[in-house]
């Protein structure tokens, strides 16, 4: 592996080198076992300890209550677009979302087809370069559905919205990267294959509380309850994705866990934000308050220059920072296992450029 590759990549992203490692030797003897890791039953008791931890690892790092269980499903954050309205929504009543960009959208596009939907607030007008600040949440809603991070357009929610509702949450792209209280939430839920690990699982942390008062029938395998009673376990799971899951909550918790991280994370944002905002050729175009510290997006102001700054990045070994077709420009994703040696690295590739084409 090159260790000097500087990975911006939106995800699936970096991982940590320790991750890779030990996941690498699981992949031809997991441990001592004379057995790869996917060449067990996922019944056996070492997967089913693999399992466990992982549930309590993010048990543990987030601190959730006792009310809260951790399940690792497939079918990615996507699939949790339908799963949480089916679960939660029945049909004929309503259910509040809040549209900040693609991911919301196709959360409310999905929740449509089993109850009502409706959007509190939009900041669509605005081609989504903020959180929106002015919205009333209807009391009679089932629940409240916001997307704490907007991958695509590098918005964040700097705080969780007050509403008596209970609020459910997409932190696919910013789970376990900043403290917060995550009781608050009535279920939370992120694919791993941004902060957590590798793609092929999903991680919903969801309130019992909150299941069982739907009258529709619910398919055994998208019924959350189901998942609960077995363990996370009511078919096989996705095993690999769960092991580097593990390993990875593993690892941050040996960082110091979600605060320590946030100190590192806050330090990477601050410094890449505070080169785009005094460097003269590249420009921040999100309101700075909702500027998100994973995603930070950015354009440069001389767009025939676009071009030749990847490939500079390139030459540099900074991979990833191309802006998504939607938002153009550039993103870098600064997740939890990117090192704050590799923001340093851009920062300066943005200066040296700058200077050069001044
Ligand atoms: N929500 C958000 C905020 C995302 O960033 C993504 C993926 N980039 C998704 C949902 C979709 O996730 P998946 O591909 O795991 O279905």
Redesign the pocket.
Known sequence: RNMKVHNFN??PSVLPNEVLYKASKALIDFEGSGMSILEIGHRTEPFMAVMEEARNLTRELMQLDDDFEVLFLQG????QFMQVPMNLLDSGETASYIDTGV?SNKAIKEAKLFGFVDVSASSKEANYNHIPKQYTIATQSKYLHI?T???IYGTQWNSIPETEVPIVA?M??DILSREMDFNRFALIYA?V??NMGA?GA?MVAVRKSMLGKVSRQIPSILNYKNHIENGSMLNTPPVFAVYITMLTLRWLKGQGGVAAIEQINNKKAALLYDEIDHNPLFRGNVAKEDRSKMNVTFTIDKPELEEEFLKFCKKEDIVGIKGHRLSGGFRASLYNALPLESVEVMVEAMKFFSLKKA
């Open positions: 939106a995800g990615g954050a996507t699939m991911w997307t991070n907007n991958t997409d696919s792209s694919g294959q941004k793609a999903t």
